[in-house]
């Protein structure tokens, strides 16, 4: 069993700033690889953000400079701090954690940056 339930998603004015997390449970290690994806309506699931067990990280150009993920082994929680937002960010975020070979997503958190 892996449940992952993501949080902070929000209504915000560009260049604002949210903080989001996800939560995992289940039969996981802790130190899994953890990350976010995003999708914008009539676009495809792009990456994020992504942490591995040792704590290096990936972000997509887009977000350079502007995001930053981190996690909490201890409470197996993945965060992204997202700052300068821009309406392209309008996304809905879902995270993931790869287990097993497989990666498990949650439902998502709907952010928005708009006026």
């Known amino acids: 069993q892996v449940q992952l339930v993501e949080s902070g998603g929000d209504l915000v004015q560009p260049g604002g700033s949210l903080r989001l997390s996800c939560a995992a449970s289940?039969?996981?290690?802790?130190?899994?690889?953890m990350g976010w994806y995003r999708q914008a309506p009539g676009k495809g699931r792009e990456f994020v953000a992504r942490?591995?067990?040792?704590?290096?990280?990936n972000y997509a150009d887009s977000v350079k400079g502007r995001f930053t993920i981190s996690r909490d082994n201890a409470k197996n929680t993945v965060f992204l701090q997202m700052n300068s937002l821009k309406p392209e960010d309008t996304a809905l975020y879902s995270c993931?954690?790869?287990?097993?070979?497989?990666?498990?997503w949650g439902q998502g958190t709907q952010v928005t940056v708009s006026s």
């Open positions: 993931y954690v790869l287990f097993s070979g497989n990666n498990y």
């Open positions: 942490i591995f067990n040792g704590g290096v990280t």
């Open positions: 289940g039969s996981i290690f802790s130190y899994n690889t």
